[in-house]
């Protein structure tokens, strides 16, 4: 995994802004701590920081080569799982190889077939390759969107990078929010509408697309997108299937030239990814599978069950680590590191995001780096084979806006009565719901039951699983951690897609299918397991620290974030014990205390950030 930057400008002399290119470049050295490279030529400015995963000794970036006197460049931030079978194509259509790494196979597939490349990838990427025979730059993102591409157009010159923060260092490109920016920020965050990149200017290439910068101008496009049709597999076949491209899609993530290691919590979907992966390290003689979980410093002692967080992690991580032998590391961490890790989680990410969720993940990712260069992880799960709570509660299907964010008139009594009246957040986040159900892929006939769950699936897959995916990348990549998804295999998402609700809930459980496909690979108590999300912590010292950090920001005059919100209110929730613990705001996790943490990290934001809001 790397970080990749760039910016194209089609008069001067680039030259000129080398250093320019260095610090954009320089931003991203977390995500590639192995090494630098930068490239000019022409209209052509192209930054590198490289994680070394595969060829560590060859796979220098930018890579340039040239092919019937064309020259082609790229830099590419991903992994293709396909890379051999690509590669042996490639080579009886008589291209030569110089290294073992998939940045050559990507680049000699581009040459080879042009921007219809992209659909021949199985991977996870974002690259940039500039074309010296047709004069473009032709850009794209994976089908899933689990490695992120921002870019933005400011008069004459086109700049883009893996993160905002590389952006950002080019002066055409400010810190600047507007009022759709500021709604992304306080009434659809944490998450965010697909292709908004919040900032005035800055957009995010949106999953599954590529686009195409020329002096024509730019061209978007999407060459993948969901699609519809009849499930006709019996409930046995649709299991084995799942089962084998579930077991091919975590294979081919097991490649690595570098120690590989599975997140392991306990819980179904990452139990199945290590039973499958020592199950291949058997097979193969590659010893003990490395595995590693996540708690918090006497989170036992104030754990209290609900609906949302049945019951805790730990006893199961136990079970599954004497039923596999792996070798396993138990990390915990306290509330003070929590607390202070949630100003690395903001600039990691350059946005407020999902507090100490993100800021717990970014401290155990780093403890990970310490031991291992790329992770396997159950992320996404839940979204494709319909494991959240909102997925089996009425009230939440019929709630007429993204399930995971219920309460949007609280949320929006918490802004300032001028920043309503100029955002109009209830409006803005009605448009953007009924942008997200127009969009789903509708199946002729299909009616009641199966078409409202279609409609679940969509908005989860497509709004809430980026969220979780922006999330995983940050913080993993903000500590040089290369984290893979295996669930997000385009094939296997495609093809549970169109499994139907009844057979998806087979057994009357929540994902029934994917248990029903793993019978035989996971202890049965381990397999119909109640889901259980990623553990936060439990602590009242935690709501303690971040309630009090924003009553001083509110006491503070100079806090940018006071014009925006409606402290009275704010108050008034710090001073209710209910409202403080257990406020419905965003997702499985983030209630009371993650509310306080959030605005806490908005105000940090336009501080650090000097955010212009215009």
């Not at 290691?261 to 290590?274: H, I, K, Q, V, W």
Request: proline share 6%; net charge negative.
């Amino acid at each position: 995994m790397c970080g990749i930057t760039g910016f194209i400008q089609w008069r001067g002399d680039l030259t000129q802004h080398s250093q320019l290119l260095v610090r954009m470049t320089e931003t991203l050295a977390n995500r590639g701590p192995d090494a630098a490279g930068t490239w000019i030529s022409g209209p052509c400015a192209f930054g590198h920081r490289r994680l070394s995963v595969i060829d560590p000794e060859n796979g220098a970036q930018p890579m340039i080569t040239r092919h019937e006197e064309n020259m082609y460049a790229i830099v590419y931030n991903g992994e293709l799982y396909n890379a051999p079978e690509l590669k042996k194509e490639l080579v009886n259509r008589n291209h030569h190889f110089r290294t073992e790494c998939d940045t050559e196979v990507l680049l000699h597939a581009y040459i080879e077939w042009g921007p219809d490349c992209v659909e021949k990838l199985n991977g996870i990427f974002a690259f940039a390759i500039w074309d010296s025979l047709h004069e473009q730059v032709f850009f794209a993102r994976d089908r899933l969107g689990v490695k992120p591409l921002f870019y933005s157009q400011v008069d004459d010159i086109f700049v883009f990078g893996s993160e905002p923060k590389a952006l950002l260092q080019h002066p055409k490109v400010q810190p600047a929010v507007g009022p759709e920016g500021l709604a992304e920020i306080f009434i659809i965050g944490p998450a965010r509408t697909p292709g908004h990149g919040v900032y005035k200017d800055m957009h995010e290439l949106r999953p599954g697309h590529a686009m195409i910068y020329s002096r024509e101008g730019l061209r978007s496009y999407a060459y993948w997108k969901l699609e519809s049709f009849a499930h006709n597999d019996s409930v046995d076949e649709t299991a084995a299937k799942v089962r084998e491209l579930l077991q091919d899609s975590l294979e081919r993530q097991l490649v690595s030239d570098v120690p590989v290691c599975s997140l392991l919590s306990g819980g179904l979907d990452s139990s199945a990814l290590t039973a499958l992966a020592v199950s291949y390290y058997n097979r193969t003689g590659q010893g003990r599978v490395n595995t590693f979980s996540v708690d918090y410093v006497n989170n036992d002692k104030h754990f209290k069950s609900h609906s949302f967080q049945p019951g805790a992690d730990g006893p199961w991580i136990k079970r599954m680590v004497e039923e596999l032998n792996t070798n396993h590391h138990y990390i915990a961490f306290d509330t003070p590191e929590l607390v202070e890790a949630l100003d690395n989680a903001l600039y990691t990410r350059d946005l407020p995001g999902m507090t100490d969720v993100d800021s717990s993940l970014f401290l155990f990712c780093r403890e990970i780096k310490k031991e291992a260069t790329v992770a396997i992880s159950g992320e996404a799960a839940d979204e494709i084979f319909g494991g959240y709570p909102w997925f089996h509660r009425e009230e939440m299907l019929s709630s007429g806006t993204f399930p995971w964010s219920v309460a949007p008139k609280m949320r929006a009594g918490l802004l300032s009565p001028e920043m309503n009246e100029w955002i109009r957040p209830l409006e803005y986040l009605g448009d953007k719901y009924s942008d997200a159900v127009a969009e789903v892929p509708k199946l002729q006939g299909e009616t009641g039951k199966q078409a409202q769950m279609r409609v679940m699936s969509y908005l989860n897959i497509t709004r809430f699983m980026p969220t979780l995916l922006d999330r995983k990348d940050r913080m993993s990549m903000g500590v040089g951690l290369e984290v893979r998804v295996p669930y997000c295999d385009h094939r296997l998402v495609q093809y549970v897609w169109n499994i139907p609700w009844e057979i998806k809930t087979v057994g009357n459980r929540e994902k029934g299918i994917l248990r029903k496909a793993l019978e035989g690979v996971l202890p049965d108590d381990v397999l119909y397991r109640k889901k259980s999300p990623y553990p936060k912590t439990h602590n009242p010292n935690y709501l303690n620290a971040v309630r009090q950090r924003m009553l001083n920001i509110l006491d503070d005059a100079s806090s940018p974030i006071l014009p925006l919100i409606n402290a009275a209110k704010i108050r008034e929730i710090a001073a209710s014990p209910e409202s403080s613990s257990n406020l419905p705001w965003f997702g499985q996790l983030m209630s009371g205390p993650q509310l306080f943490a959030y605005l806490s990290q908005v105000d940090l934001w336009l501080r650090t950030y000097n955010v212009v809001i215009k």
